[in-house]
């Protein structure tokens, strides 16, 4: 059964490439060659966490090298998927250096790529323009298939221009201007979403409270710094968030602010949740069933609270919105990191390199989104509104 | 304009001391109240609907500060502003189609619109964007951001020298207080028919040969279950006393005169009976946006002993109990302490109560609600039929709208 999964053909894939993973793994007969092709990225490491990593500042140097290796090994692979006619512009390119700021969301780095291929666009009329749209969005999401965020940020873009453009009115060149000043505000309307959830929150922690985080998710971390602003008495527990160690990090940003805080290594949660009060946690995507998909160990956690009637909450801006619907955990698209454990592993031990897990809507009790305090059920709602 | 001051100071008294019961009454007397107001505002011409809004939001306010646990105060206040801001748009949207009529028969007229600085967007586009700043916040609306459009009809209106224009104006003015005051008619009748409505369904949920449990009094339970009686269905009620008001006792002697089978047992008796009950139903006080119930006290602990047997809980609530809030500590904020007197007898235990003078230590907490989460309900029956608790936030989305949330 195992044999069967994606991941394990990805890993048999790189088995056949000089990289050097630390695993081996009993060979099936090697895969078709057709799957280097399709992917034009080749480094199976997920991009995403890749760059959360990044963002977080605690990256490994055996991570570096690959990365290093990755990009050196394969330098035209990059430019021979732009996507726009003839011009040298890549989306990709584009992508990947608004990608690199730390502060800004994935959706926002997305569609700010795709205003950029609408600017560098020499289309003359809405439909051209909405094809090249099209073809910019399927590459960014070919690229990085594992990251939620960026396909429900394509896809909201897309769905925006394609239903604005469908109202007769104004010339091609107001209209594209128009599309353009959206997608550029839009950056703003992220920074605005995670205000607007920190607000919505407030009413929620109240004095003497003790809050569970797990992960460093910048729209929790807003809520907390929020309600310290506030004045409110409270503390926090940390998860280390291993292999990430983005529980240190928070924990650092916390201490910054005051805010009394405790880390615990990630076994640890189910020993303190006796004296916690609420869980607090982001998501990278929210599906449509109502659960989250968010970083490894978030399933583990909610299970936990679920069993000691503690409520979790979940962070999410609405842009995070996916139409996913898995049923269980593997049916995700599998997005690996390398994992750390400051030891060799020796070559006949496998090892589990998923970065995320998929948590399902009944042990989470509130989501607080820019469009308001919703419960789950409330998802697939908004996502039928949007798409139907 | 002084009558309705002196109308709503009146009010505002007897709420906040607890004159009137019954959030059924609350309810009715609040609209009536609001009623008043807007059918005695003066509203300029332009921007009628935010001077109605403005004038509705400054009384609700007063009204929920006096009794802010009686949330079915703030729920009629929000569905009268939601009332205003549908009808604002309906009229709206009309009067785009007339003007947009008029424009394509007179040039001038065109030219005139077009003058003022409003582009050649279709009515079609500006009613869609207004429409939407009426539904909450959603996807949809992420990327749009908020279109000015909803002011843009009164400034071509008024800016217009035609005549036909200005009889329309004039009559647009008369016919939004006109409309609100007929929806605000129509949520009057809806209050006061939610009984009825509810009872009609009892038919489909209570079988012949049931046992149901009830705690404390509600006059929709009570309705509810002589209506399954009328059309012949037998069946037998445990009533639960309700301790320290005893209500169930009340509600025992109606239920017997109309001729159901009634059993009195003690509130620390429900664990022990519920092995015998079919089905638990009682009437909510609120019901809140995640789906959780506000009740009266010992509901929590009937709901508890229904999930561990595995009993249909049913929750009867008319659309005036449903609140937009989400409950965050409801069993301290959302919960009014009564008099210990109902406890305890003042007299036999005056030497060991503690009145804070620090010669006694013994306190008394005499609580009126009791929250119970939404995962233990089954079913809500209101006057709109049978509902999930998951969908509770439908109803709200239709009832009210988003920018009345915060008063």
Redesign the interface.
Known sequence: MWRSSASFILDKHLNNKPISITHSIDSPPPPSASMADENPNPNPISAYYETRAAHHGIVTSEWLEQAQAAVQRYPDRENSVSPVSGSPFSVIEEFNSWRQQPDLAEAVAAIRALAAVIRASEATTMMELEIELKKASDTLKAWDTTSISLTAGCD??MR?VT??SA????DFNSAKSRVLG?AE??GE?SCKARRVIAILSQ??I?DGCTILVHGFSRVVFEILKTSAQNKKLFRVLCTEGRPDKTGVLLAKELAKLDIPVKLLIDSAVAYSMDEVDMVFVGADGVVESGGIINMMGTYQIALVAHSMNKPVYVAAE??K?ARLYPLDQKDLEPALRPNDFNVPVPPKVEVERSARDYTPPQYLT?LFT?????????VS???I??YL | MPDVQSMVAEFVNKLRKRKIEGSQATAKCTVELLRSVISHQRVPHANQAAALIDAVKAVGQQLVAANPVELAVGNVVRRVLHIIREEDLSLTTAAMAGLDLLDASDDDDIDNCKGIGYPAMSAAVVAAAARSTLRPPSLQTLLEGTPESATVPYTSSSGADSESKTADKSSLTRKLKHDVIEGVNQLIHEISGCHEQIAEQAIEHIHQNEVILTLGSSRTVLEFLCAAKEKKRSFRVFVAEGAPRYQGHLLAKELVARGLQTTVITDSAVFAMISRVNMVIIGAHAVMANGGVIGPVGVNMAALAAKKHAVPFVVLAGSHKLCPLYPHNPEVLLNELRSPSELLDFGEFSDCLDFGAGSGSLQVVNPTFDYVPPNLVSLFITDTGGHNPSYMYRLIADYYSADDLVM
């Open positions: 909201l873009f925006y239903r604005t109202l007769e009115f104004e959206r505000k839009f309307i009413d929620f109240f609405s842009y919105f509130l820019d469009l308001g305090v919703l419960t789950p059920s409330v709602d908004e996502l509104q949007l």
